[in-house]
């Protein structure tokens, strides 16, 4: 894992600010969120005196979408349809130039000084800053187009006028209604109110020229689709009778002669047939039965007819009355020979009938056969021309289908045309004004309530934002949770910042010896906690080599470290406090600046650094300088890395119960990571509000292994009224001051 993700991994864990965080970050950034939302309240107020009120006046008028064909009554009161692209396109049209330019032409406003002139502070701007824009269009032109095009657009003409009259102009549809709501906006309400209903009366007007202009045009294109139909019909009904003529065809009722002629004897051909059939049936039938030496009476029923009828009653009367004789009579008598010749007769007579029949119904089929002979003859020879002519017949129905189709488009077109013109005079708006606009009374703008709270609301919002942004780039609040989660180390204390009395010389010797000069304060607390941390951390009383360290230079390590060591001195342990920060810009220069041997010396000369500690009487401290006024060759990172130093810093570990290490910051070199692998604790010490966390965070890192070594975290130099309620910095009743002492020195 990068170092980068570390520390995000580090800060996304630190919880919500509390409300008593957020009052105090109200309470301390006050001054910069009065300060916005004054300036930026006073600068709404001052823009509202530059803005001319305006009023709005507004027509309403009312799309009709029902059909206006007066020649259809159900096409005037059909049912609305909903259309709202429609509608949409409706209020586009008003904001169309067209109307606009009309509505300047009738009322004149081609001079009005509010259209040429327009005032406002966007305006003013533009106006200002337009000149200069063009003069860098013109000097930055690649060619003559792009030059006239850069000159052209410099020059004002009517455009502007119609461009300020439609940026005025409001068209806006009410709700899903059929109503379009047009409004006007002029600081003279009686114009705004006179310009709205011109707007709305040139829209109506407008709808009906279009349609007007719309329906000449479409009966000059049919007029002259007309007028090209005509001779196409024209000359495609010539070609037929031209064809006909040099092909010697006629038809009668859109059919040809000959064609007629051959269906005709079809006709005549089938009646034939079926009359032949008939007859020979009949006459099949009757031969028939007349061979077969039937019942004459039966026979009799067969052939029907006035003369069979009459003779078989009669036929029937001679056999009745021959029967009767037969039962009164013998076969001699005279009564029954005339019955039997009767009965003769009438039977001789009927026969003789029927053969007759017979012999017609014979002469009858022959004659209908010879008939569709005759009719099959003719109708062959019929075809046989008919099939002679079929190529002119097929050409001339081309020629009648093409002279149809012509026909049919010039009877649509002209039967169109003829509506047009009726309609060309007939038409009706789709719209009418339902409301005429009225003198407002009340500008709509500019909105000064809305604008001041606007710049109050916005001043007061910018200041919270800048205050939080300067309490996220400048933390500001101390909280332990906080501390801990960033660092995944222990708080051991906070400490507040101390007043430096010589900024120019960093730190001062009072601040390095605070707390043996004054043992009561908020400091000294601190200090005392610190070393809680430690000794809780100790076991078995056993001798503690303690580095005090921190990230970058000036973190106040130096003064927590002389105070740590003063503090175990004065409780009687047996302390030793060394200056390792071998540059020279550590604690040698304010605690003995005159030092003739340091640990410096000692490892250089190969001397006991027991030779260059010094004992201060007063509270038993020892001190070991790191360098004296003079300089080597050899890097600290090398003396201290060398075994005669780890070997000298093992000897003192067993004369001294206590070792504090004042060791330089970790970031800049290597000498505190040396250290630290020969201390048994590190205290690190991070400024509040000055060194980014990201920096500390690395600088842990870079202890490596030692860094189970470190004790806590000792948060230095924070603001008083900047501590967080879960770190109180509030002192215990002091006991009554102490007489001043004299400072005491470090002796030899």
């Known amino acids: 894992m990068s170092s980068e993700d570390e520390d995000k991994e ?18 301390k950034r006050k001054l910069i969120i009065g300060f916005c939302t004054a300036l930026c309240g006073l600068s709404s107020l001052g823009f509202l005196s530059l803005l001319t009120p305006q009023f709005q006046a507004s027509a309403t008028v009312f799309i009709d979408p029902r059909d206006k064909n007066v020649s259809d009554m159900k096409q005037v009161t059909s049912d609305l349809i909903a259309n709202t692209p429609a509608i949409e396109s409706e209020t586009e049209i008003i904001h169309s130039t067209s109307v606009a330019g009309r509505v300047i032409d009738d009322l004149r406003l081609n001079d009005d000084t509010e259209l040429t002139k327009p005032d406002g502070m966007l305006v003013k701007i533009k106006a200002l800053i337009k000149p200069w824009i063009a003069k860098a269009e013109i000097a930055h032109a690649q060619s003559l187009s792009e030059l006239i095009e850069a000159t052209a657009e410099s020059k004002p003409g009517t455009d502007s006028t119609v461009e300020a009259f439609l940026g005025r102009v409001s068209a806006e549809r009410v709700r899903e209604t059929f109503l379009i709501q047009i409004g006007f906006k002029s600081r003279d309400p009686v114009k705004a109110a006179r310009v709205a209903n011109a707007i709305a009366e040139a829209y109506v007007h407008t709808q009906v020229e279009t349609k007007m202009h719309a329906a000449e045009q479409a009966t000059v294109w049919i007029d002259r689709q007309i007028g090209d139909l005509r001779d196409k019909v ?13 092909n010697d065809l006629f038809d009668s009722e859109s059919f040809q002669l000959d064609e007629r002629e051959v269906a005709r004897q079809m006709e005549q051909l089938t009646l034939a047939r079926n009359n032949t059939a008939a007859t020979r049936a009949k006459f099949e039938q009757a031969k028939q039965l007349l061979d077969s030496q039937s019942d004459i009476g039966t026979l009799g029923d067969v052939l029907r007819s006035t003369a069979i009828v009459a003779l078989k009653e009669q036929y029937t009367d001679s056999l009745r009355q021959q029967a009767a004789a037969a039962s009164k009579y013998g076969p001699l008598h005279p009564n029954m020979l005339k019955a039997n010749a009767q009965a003769a007769s009438s039977t001789a007579q009927l026969r003789a009938e029927i053969e007759r029949i017979v012999t017609n ?14 009719l099959e003859a003719n109708l062959a020879k019929s075809k046989t021309a008919m099939s002679s002519n079929s190529g002119q017949t097929v050409r001339l129905r081309e020629l009648q289908r093409e002279a149809t189709a012509a026909r049919e488009v010039y009877e649509g077109f002209l039967k169109r045309g003829q509506e047009t013109k009726q309609q060309q ?3 009706a708006p789709d719209a009418r004004i339902v409301n005429r606009a009225i003198t407002p009374t009340i500008p709509v703008s500019p909105k000064k309530t809305m604008i001041v709270l606007g710049g109050f609301g916005g001043g007061l919002g910018l200041g919270l934002i800048l205050a939080v942004l300067i309490e996220f780039l400048f933390p500001s609040f101390v909280r332990t949770t906080e501390i801990e989660k960033s660092f995944k180390l222990r ?8 007043d430096e009395h010589d900024p120019a010389m960093g730190v001062t010797l009072p601040q390095l010896r605070h707390i043996l000069v004054q043992p009561h304060t908020v400091f000294s607390e601190s200090i005392r906690a610190i070393r809680v941390g430690i000794e809780r951390l100790r076991k078995d009383r056993q001798p503690q ?16 470290a002389s105070n740590l060591a003063l503090h175990y001195a004065l409780s009687g342990v047996r302390t030793l406090l060394i ?13 003995m600046p005159k030092a003739r041997t340091s640990l410096y010396d000692c490892v250089m000369r190969r001397l006991p650094v027991q030779n260059a500690i010094v004992r201060e009487a007063s509270t038993g401290l020892h001190f070991l300088p790191g360098i004296g006024e003079q300089r080597g060759s050899v890097t600290p990172a090398e003396l201290l890395a060398s075994p005669v130093t780890q070997g000298a810093l093992k000897r003192l570990n067993r004369e001294f119960e206590m070792i504090v290490l004042d060791g330089r910051a970790l970031l800049p070199s290597v000498d505190s990571r040396i250290l630290a692998e020969m201390s048994h604790q590190i205290v690190f010490v991070h400024k509040w509000g000055g060194t980014p966390q990201a920096s500390a965070r690395q600088a842990l890192r870079a202890l490596g292994h030692s860094l189970t070594k470190v004790t806590g975290v000792v948060l230095n130099q924070v603001e008083e009224d900047q501590l967080s309620s879960d770190t109180p910095m509030t002192p215990a009743p002091a006991p009554p001051a102490p007489k001043t002492r004299r400072e005491p020195r470090l002796a030899a």
């Open 10 to 27: 580090d800060t996304g864990g630190a919880g919500l600010p509390s409300l008593t965080d957020i009052a105090r970050l109200l309470g």
């Open 234 to 246: 024209f000359a495609a009904e010539k070609s037929v009778a031209d064809f006909k003529a040099a």
């Open 361 to 374: 119904f014979k002469s009858e089929a022959e004659t209908a056969a010879h008939s569709q002979a005759e």
């Open 425 to 427: 005079d007939m038409q």
């Open 491 to 498: 708080h051991m204390t906070t400490i507040a910042r101390m």
């Open 545 to 560: 080599i303690v580095l005090v360290t921190s990230a970058v230079p000036f973190e106040g390590k130096s003064v927590i």
């Open 579 to 591: 200056d390792c920060d071998l540059t020279g810009a550590g604690l040698t220069p304010r605690l």
